[in-house]
């Protein structure tokens, strides 16, 4: 098991884009549209207050009429946010997205934020190893080590 330091490295950027807490939804719902985005970290300087996401914005917002222009994304942000460490594995960080409920993870390294993970981060990374394992199998029934029956032959 990979751990997911591996897919923060394999990005073309490590931009992880973020609001302030006093933003508005709109402003915030803004950068996730241009830049294509599921979710925003809410930070204030370098500390992570909350995560924002298309979910909140769906279950807060439009469900209780409020108005994206003049609500602060403060006011609907997740938070507490769940985070992990580099080092921790993509089984482990889907484990814990599973369990909470969750389609994003900040990934920090000693209090600092290293990037952001997301559930098809995640999933396109295990697939990708299951991939190279299924083809490490084919390749040693298929390859010069003989087949497994035969092997199983020579055990009997």
């Known amino acids: ?3 997911i330091s591996n897919i923060l490295k394999a990005r073309t950027s490590s931009t992880v884009y973020a609001t302030a807490p006093e933003a508005t939804v709109f ?10 985005l599921g979710a925003l970290l809410v930070m204030r300087g370098k500390e ?6 298309e979910r909140d914005y769906a279950r807060k917002i439009a469900l209780f009429d409020l108005s994206s222009r003049d609500t602060p994304v403060s006011k609907i942000m997740s ?5 992990v460490s580099s080092s921790q594995s993509s089984h482990e960080c889907m484990a814990i997205m ?7 993870l900040p990934v920090l390294d000693d209090g600092e934020l290293v990037g952001i993970v997301s559930i098809g981060d995640l999933v396109k990374d295990i697939i990708a190893e299951l991939e190279f394992s299924n083809d490490q199998l084919v390749d040693y029934i298929h ?3 003989g087949t497994l029956a035969a092997e199983a032959q020579q055990l009997a």
Do not use: Y
């Open 1 to 3: 098991m990979r751990p």
């Open 27 to 36: 402003e915030a719902l803004r950068v996730m549209a241009d830049k294509n």
């Open 48 to 53: 992570i207050v909350g995560i924002f996401s």
């Open 79 to 83: 938070s507490p946010v769940i985070s």
């Open 98 to 104: 599973t369990r909470n409920r969750l389609r994003h």
């Open 143 to 145: 390859g010069g080590h």
